[in-house]
């Protein structure tokens, strides 16, 4: 059979998603964990891959196997074996064309940003931070551009192996509480450090470093090294997944997960 799993995960903890040959990875950790239920190696495929210090709220893999479970096994039997930073939200077994990656319609990231003059500490590790101020209408602005279907090369990491550079941005947000910043960008898909390149841009754009029209240019170069660099991996989250309703499975909407009845079963 072939169940599907909502992970959640803090990523300033572990190499990533993808799995690795160090073992240190959310995947490895995972799939070691599933195997101990399932008394079998379990291989898992996820709707995206994540990079060191990234973190989930909204995770989706998939799993096949022929061991029968309770959906409860592979939730809290394998947090039960997951370190504090990851656990299993649901599980729920779903039809053999089911894809996490390639059934999925959207996907969503979050970025968190602290606009405070000093580091923070509390927050190490899970949220961005930028010493000046910004300028939020300028940001607003400037990122207009990058709405519908473009090439985003410019936005691409040079390690990136997507075949195709072009995405398709349907929908973004900014805005600011208190003394952070809150991003957040819908698409069908992203490229390699896509959003953290994106940032890096609008951070600067917000502190007067670019006008917003420079964005524009940047996205019509289709060139690496015409943007911002990198910025920080701390303060993303990957926050949703979007799948048709006909898969039935539970979503992630503003930090509750809403469970399908047949789910709870």
């Not at 951070?203 to 940047?218: A, I």
């Not at 660099?229 to 539970?250: C, N």
């Amino acid at each position: 059979m072939k169940i599907a799993i909502g992970i959640e995960y803090d990523g300033s903890h572990f190499h990533g998603w993808q799995s690795q040959p160090s073992g240190d990875t959310v995947q490895d950790l995972v799939e070691r964990a599933l195997g101990s239920i399932a008394g079998e190696p379990v291989r898992l495929s996820a709707a995206g891959r994540t990079d060191a210090g990234v973190h989930a709220l909204a995770q989706v893999a998939h799993f096949e196997t022929a061991s029968v479970r309770p959906n409860s096994a592979w939730v809290r039997g394998v947090n039960a074996m997951l370190p504090q930073a990851v656990a299993v939200q649901w599980a729920a077994q779903v039809s053999d064309d089911f894809h996490a990656r390639y059934s999925a319609v959207s996907r969503t990231y979050r970025y968190v940003l602290s606009t405070s003059p000093v580091r923070p500490a509390l927050h190490h590790g899970r949220i961005g931070w930028f010493h000046l101020p910004l300028n939020l209408n300028a940001m607003r602005s400037a990122i207009v551009c990058l709405e519908g279907e473009h090439d985003f090369s410019a936005f691409r990491s040079s390690e990136c192996q997507a075949k195709s550079p072009v995405r398709i941005l349907r929908s973004w947000n900014i805005e600011r509480r208190g003394g952070y910043l809150f991003f957040e960008f819908n698409a069908n898909g992203f490229l390699h450090h896509m959003v953290r390149n994106i940032v890096g841009c609008l951070v600067y754009v917000g502190k007067g470093r670019h006008p917003p029209g420079w964005l524009t240019e940047v996205l019509a170069s289709r060139d690496r090294r015409k943007a911002a660099p990198t910025f920080s991996p701390d303060g993303l989250y990957f926050s949703a997944v979007e799948y048709a309703p006909g898969w039935k499975l539970p979503t992630f909407e503003l930090g509750h997960i809403v469970f399908p009845e047949q789910v709870l079963a």
